[in-house]
Structures are given as C-alpha cells and as structure tokens.
C-alpha cells in the first residue's frame, strides 16, 4: 500500500517490512447441544495434533449458546489452507471431539492468512512521516496477539500526541 502511495520509506525500514510474515490459522466455531467440559481459561491440546488451542464461547460470554473456537496449528493451516473449508471443519471437529464432551450442532470454518507475526520489530510504531502525521502500527511492531496490535496503536496515539498539544 505505501509503494502504491508513493510514500517513501526509508531503505532499512522498507526491508524490514517487506520481510513480515504471518502465520495462517484455519478457525473453526462450532456450536454444540449442551456446554462442553473446556475449562474456562481455554485449553492446549497435547502436542503433535492439529490444534493448537480451543477455548469455550459461552464461558467467555462471546455467546449465549454453548460452542467452542477450535485453532488449528500454523502446519495444519499450511497444508490445509487450499482444502474445501468444510472438510477442513470436520477434519478438525474430530480431532476435538474428545475434548468438547457434547454434540455438535454447527460448524463455521474461517481462514486467518495474517493470524500471528512470525517475527516482531524491536519498536512498538514506526514513524514515516510528521507532516502530515504517517505511522504505521500493528501487531506485528507491537507483538502478537490483540494486546500486541493494541500497545502499538497506543504507541502510536503517543507519538502524534505531543504535536496535537
């Protein structure tokens, strides 16, 4: 988008973001017939399977039906990415299917192609210009996870502050 813009970036930034990557994550939200027995706080399956976390909706208050979000491992997600989505979901809903303890009632598959940053920058923004005000935030300067995305917005918020004053 910024080469497309015309804005210029300087050549060590410009290389550094061009070597951002993501993981992919293949999400599956599956409503079921009764609560399942995930613990509140989430659940990690054991290692080498296709999950990497799965956590229950309603205990979250994401949902006032009983569901889970299933997350599958960032491999599975590359092997499986081009599959048809709703091989994938079953693919998965069996994989949990152990741990849920209900009925599954309905399967929504989602595909994140920007889930995670494999990789984060040493600094929470960056700054391209001061007139007019450009500066670029995410999670991938602030570091993974929604908390990551948001340090770097305020981070950015910080940055321009000091001119609005």
Do not use: N
């Amino acid at each position: 988008m910024l080469k497309a813009g015309g804005v210029a970036v300087p050549e060590g930034m410009q290389l550094s973001l061009e070597s951002v990557d993501y993981e992919r994550c293949l999400a599956v939200l599956v409503t079921l017939d009764r609560p399942s027995r995930l613990p509140a706080t989430g659940f990690a399956p054991p290692s080498g399977g296709p999950i990497a976390w799965m956590a229950d909706v309603q205990s979250k208050g994401a949902s006032a039906e009983p569901g889970v979000i299933i997350h599958a491992t960032h491999a599975f997600s590359v092997d499986y990415w081009d599959r048809d989505r709703a091989d994938v979901g079953r693919m998965l809903v069996h994989a949990a299917s152990q741990w849920m303890g209900a009925g599954v009632t309905d399967v929504q598959v989602h595909g994140w192609r920007y889930a995670r940053p494999l990789r984060t920058e040493d600094r929470p923004c960056a700054i391209l210009s001061a007139s007019p005000w450009l500066v670029l935030a995410g999670d991938a300067l602030g570091g993974p996870h929604l908390e990551g995305a948001a340090l770097s917005g305020w981070a950015a918020a910080a940055a321009v502050r000091p001119s609005r004053a």
